[in-house]
C-alpha cells in the first residue's frame, strides 16, 4: 500500500480535503463556528500553551488505512537539525512542560536520538508516539525500549484491538504479532509495570465510520484481555475519534459513509467537550517547522492565525498565547460524544 501523495491522489491536496469538508461554503451539514458562537466562544482563544507537540517527519514504516497524516516508507518528509535547534531555542526560553514527538514513526529520523536527549537536557517532560512496530523493523530499533527507559519518555502506541483480525484490518498484516512482542519488551523493561514509573499508553481508534465507546469500559477490558492472552500490562487508554482527513476521508467516501459519519459527529457535539480541546494548551509544529493549533489542522496546511508568527523563526508567544484557535468542519471530530484528543477522551 503506499501513500496518496505517491499515488498522487487529489486527496493527497489539501485544498481538495478542505473543498470537500467544507463543501465550498455550501455544505449542507451545520456549521462547526456556528456551535462554538452559540457558547459565545466563538472566536475560540487559544489558553497558554503547556504542550509542544513536533512531527519530525512523515516517514513511516507502516502505511496505515485510518492515517490522517498519510504517512509511510515512501514519505521523505523529515525535520532537519537546524529545524530541531530552532525548537530548542524556543523550548529553553519558554514555560512549556511537555514536548510530544511524532511521526510517522518519529524514531526514523536520523536526529530522533539527539532531539531526545537534548529535550531531556532542557527538563521537558517527553511523549514519544510509538507505533510499536518500529521496535523491531530493523536491528538499530531493538534497543528503544532502554533508550526510552534511560530518559523516563512516555510511550503513547496505537493498539486498535486486543484481537489479530480487527488490528492487522487497520494497520496491516503482521503488525499485531509484532505490536504484542514489542509491549512485552517494553514491559520487560518495566514500562507499564505498576511502581516502575515507566508510563505506557495505548491508544484505540475505530476501525470504521463509529465512534469510539466509553473510554474508561473499553480501558478495563484491554487490561483484563491483553494481561490474560499475552501477559501485558500498561497504564491508561486513549480512545481517539477518526478525524475525516486524508486516507480515513479516503475511506469515507470510498465506502459512502461521509455525509453519515459527519452527521454523527455533529449529533454528537458536546459542548463541554470545546473547553477543553488540545488546541487550546498546544502548539503543533510541522517538520519543516511552520506552527499550528493541532495535528489535524497541520495535515490540512491551516497554520495558526498570527500571520507574523507562522513558523519556529518567527515565534511570538505573546502573539501565539492571544491567538484566535483556526476552526473548520473536522473540528466536529474532537468534540464529539466524550470529546478527542492526542490525550484521549478530554471530558468524564
Known amino acids: 500500500m503506499k501513500s496518496l501523495k505517491v499515488l498522487q491522489h487529489p486527496l493527497s491536496n489539501s485544498t481538495n480535503q478542505l473543498i470537500i469538508l467544507e463543501n465550498d461554503g455550501q455544505s449542507p451539514h451545520e456549521r462547526f463556528r456556528d456551535k462554538v458562537a452559540t457558547l459565545g466562544m466563538y472566536p475560540l482563544k487559544s489558553l497558554e500553551v503547556e504542550i509542544f507537540q513536533i512531527n519530525i517527519g512523515k516517514m513511516c514504516n507502516q502505511v496505515c488505512k485510518h492515517c490522517h497524516v498519510d ?4 514519505r521523505k518528509e523529515i525535520m532537519t ?19 510530544d514527538l511524532t511521526g510517522g514513526a518519529p524514531e526514523m529520523n536520523p536526529e530522533f536520538r539527539w532531539f531526545v536527549e537534548e529535550i531531556k537536557a532542557l527538563g521537558k517532560h517527553i511523549i514519544v508516539r510509538c507505533n510499536l512496530t518500529i521496535i523491531l523493523a530493523n536491528k538499530r530499533f531493538h ?35 509484532d505490536s504484542i512482542k514489542a509491549l512485552q519488551m517494553l514491559n520487560a523493561v518495566g514500562y507499564g509495570v505498576e511502581g516502575s514509573g515507566l508510563i505506557l499508553n495505548l491508544v484505540y481508534n475505530p476501525a470504521g465510520a463509529f465512534l ?36 480515513y476521508l479516503d475511506y469515507l467516501l470510498e465506502s459512502g459513509n461521509y455525509d453519515k459519519y459527519m452527521d454523527k459527529l455533529i449529533e454528537a457535539f458536546n459542548p463541554a467537550a470545546v473547553k477543553n480541546v488540545m488546541c487550546r494548551n498546544t502548539i503543533s509544529v510541522s517538520w519543516d517547522g511552520y506552527l499550528y493549533d493541532c495535528d489535524f489542522n497541520q495535515m490540512l496546511d491551516l497554520k495558526i492565525s498570527c500571520e507574523d508568527s507562522q513558523h519556529l523563526s518567527t515565534f511570538n508567544a505573546d502573539l501565539i498565547y492571544e491567538r484566535n484557535i483556526v476552526l473548520m468542519q473536522h473540528c466536529f471530530g474532537c468534540t464529539a460524544g466524550a470529546g478527542s484528543s492526542c490525550g484521549g477522551a478530554v471530558t468524564e
Do not use: W
Request: aromatic letters at 10%.
Open 71 to 74: 504517512a509511510g516508507p515512501d
Open 81 to 99: 537539525r537546524e529545524t530541531m535547534e530552532l525548537c530548542l531555542g524556543i523550548l529553553n526560553t519558554s514555560s512549556i512542560k511537555t514536548v
Open 143 to 177: 534497543d528503544l525500549p532502554e533508550f526510552f527507559k534511560k530518559h523516563q519518555i512516555e510511550v503513547v502506541s496505537s493498539l486498535p484491538s486486543f484481537t489479530q483480525d480487527r488490528t492487522d484490518r487497520q494497520r496491516g498484516d503482521g503488525v499485531f504479532e
Open 212 to 247: 469510539p465507546p466509553d473510554q474508561d469500559a473499553l480501558e478495563r477490558e484491554y487490561k483484563a484481555e491483553l494481561a490474560k492472552r499475552f501477559g501485558i500490562s500498561f497504564n491508561y487508554l486513549f480512545a481517539i475519534t477518526n478525524m475525516p482527513i486524508s486516507r
